[in-house]
């Protein structure tokens, strides 16, 4: 069947008029505040207690607008006659928010889940130098981050919480109490009496020995010897 010619334009129009009679409801900023998704690329925010100063995201960054100094500390022995270690400590690590284009390549290549997304967006400044954060204002923005959300019902429980529910039953089998045997007093019984040779049952030992109840009554076949 052919199609009616003017059929595409009427219903273009249809869904013209349907769409210029409803009423548009439009979100007064900063009035109303925007009902962001859960993932949204706001601000970045640090953990600075996961982080190991390792420098993969500076290197990662394809701005260059992470900013990391440290210092080496020695550790001592936790053992006697072991070795010292070293560990590198955080000194600096900022972040230059008017370089930054959010490509989220830090978050991704950090190893130790130190770097996170937060969605607040509000942080414009009248002085560029003021979009330079910190790291004790990247810490306030670890308070914005929200939980992450809820595994499948079928997912696999993630191996950090497996692990540390192992250890945690672990230290808590040891510091238990050790536990009686309920049938202590029973085996030490057992073992104070005598055991019987295998395959003789009570019947066997009850039962009188013909040759031993009468000793002068002789075999059949001892008669013509005698």
């Not at 992470?66 to 022995?77: M, N, Q």
């Not at 390549?105 to 979009?131: H, K």
């Not at 959300?149 to 672990?170: N, W």
Request: proline fraction near 11%.
């Amino acid at each position: 069947m052919a199609p009616i010619p003017g059929s595409g334009l009427a219903k273009g129009l249809a869904v013209t008029l349907r769409t210029m009679t409803k009423k548009s409801v439009t979100a007064q900023y900063p009035d109303a505040q925007p009902d962001l998704p859960p993932r949204t690329r706001g601000v970045i925010g640090l953990f600075e207690e996961n982080c190991t100063v390792c420098m993969l995201c500076a290197r990662e960054c394809p701005d260059w607008c992470i900013y990391i100094d440290s210092h080496k500390e020695t550790v001592p022995a936790a053992t006697p006659g072991g070795r010292e270690r070293s560990r590198n400590v955080l000194d600096r690590f900022a972040i230059d928010f008017s370089l930054c284009m959010y490509c989220g390549i830090c978050i991704e290549v950090c190893p130790f889940d130190a770097l996170f997304w937060s969605p607040e967006f509000e942080y414009a400044e009248t002085d560029i130098r003021d979009l330079t954060h910190e790291r004790d204002k990247l810490r306030e923005w670890m308070w914005t981050v929200p939980a992450p959300p809820a595994l499948d019902p079928g997912a696999e429980e993630p191996k950090e919480l497996a692990a540390a529910r192992k250890t945690a039953d672990k230290l808590a089998a040891q510091q238990a109490p050790p536990a009686t045997e309920p049938h202590a007093d029973e085996q030490a019984r057992a073992a104070e009496q005598p055991t019987r040779p295998q395959g003789d049952s009570k019947q066997q030992t009850d039962q009188p020995n013909p040759d031993q109840s009468n000793p002068d009554q002789s075999r059949p076949g001892q008669e013509g010897s005698a």
